[in-house]
């Protein structure tokens, strides 16, 4: 397998960004282009209106020996239009530039005609649950799913990868292999291990699950911690900002804060056996650490795990 970076929390300009992944010994880049990305490190409007521009943006990579593995659009077309939009144009992009691998997040709609906002079903009871998830699924994402893998098909797109993120209705291996039933295998998973952990899931046993389907596409090198004495008493769901993190129950930390190195080399060891051979891509989100800090920490226990 081999490393890359999701760019976005490099907080550097885009040419500094592609000399630090180059000095890490990083093989691969994942850039975000919009949506929940500020999209740093690329003018989506402008690779994609200007050959030049994109000649010169692509030639920055290449020049430092750097693969572009896959674009990132996260963000909820299902519910919004702008996402739609820019996940439309990211196709399109990936078509220009030969990317085969687009990683994004499922979407998630609003829970009645004519409501507006995102509605995250997590439990069947009060008994109207099961009607939000008809019409969610049913009326809404697989319609709507149906028409944007005939698109990025049109556009040379051979794998969407969707990250098992919480309020989505793709959230786990599960809901995943329901979407990919409908509308096809060019869907399959981004399988992220930070999430599963905080919805008290098993990331090895979700690798063997999708690779027995054929549809581990993608892995991100994220990690989260529960948090002791805050979890125990008040459960894992937990509402309070990201930026709060002295009062969470669970945190997003760097790789190796929250599960050590040898579950890290147990996961990849269960990844490989399910069959999969791409890339592992880093995504640091620990507040706690300077930016630079947080990614260096989790790019040493990544890359002793997959020994590199």
């Known amino acids: 397998m081999k490393l890359a970076i999701k760019t976005c929390t490099l907080d550097m300009p885009y040419t500094d960004m592609l000399d630090f992944c180059a000095a890490q010994g990083i093989s691969c880049l994942e850039i975000g282009t919009g949506n929940w990305s500020a999209a740093p490190h690329i003018d989506l409007e402008g690779v994609l209106s200007s050959e030049t521009a994109r000649t010169r943006w692509r030639d920055e990579q290449r020049r430092r020996g750097l693969e572009l593995c896959a674009l990132n659009c996260s963000g909820n077309p299902l519910a919004y239009e702008r996402d739609r939009d820019v996940t439309e144009k990211t196709f399109r992009l990936a078509s220009l530039l030969g990317v085969k691998k ?40 697989v319609p709507a799913w149906r028409e944007m893998v005939r698109m990025a098909g049109d556009c040379g797109v051979e794998q969407i990868a969707l990250e098992n993120h919480g309020m989505q209705l793709v959230y786990n291996p599960e809901t995943l292999l329901r979407l990919r039933e409908a509308v096809g295998p060019m869907v399959g998973m981004n399988l992220d291990p930070s999430h599963l952990f ?18 581990l596409y993608h892995v991100h090198g994220k990690d989260s911690r ?29 790789v190796g804060a929250g599960h050590g190195l040898q579950w890290w080399q147990e996961f990849f060891s269960a990844v490989r056996m399910a069959g999969y051979d791409g890339v592992v891509s880093l995504e640091m989100e620990d507040l706690t650490l300077p930016m630079l800090e947080g990614h260096l920490a989790s790019l040493r226990t990544l890359k002793e795990a997959l020994v590199l």
């Open 226 to 254: 529960r948090e002791r004495g805050l979890w125990g008493p008040n459960g894992l769901l937990d509402t309070k900002p990201i930026g709060a993190f002295r009062q969470r129950s669970w945190n997003y930390v760097a």
């Open 102 to 141: 687009i990683v994004m997040m499922s979407g998630l709609p609003a829970g009645c005609p004519g409501d507006r906002t995102p509605v995250w079903i997590t439990t069947s009871w009060p008994p109207e649950t099961q009607d939000i998830l008809d019409y969610q699924w049913n009326e809404v994402a």
């Open 198 to 215: 905080w919805m008290g899931g098993d990331p090895i046993e979700a690798a063997r699950v999708l690779g027995r389907a054929g549809a």
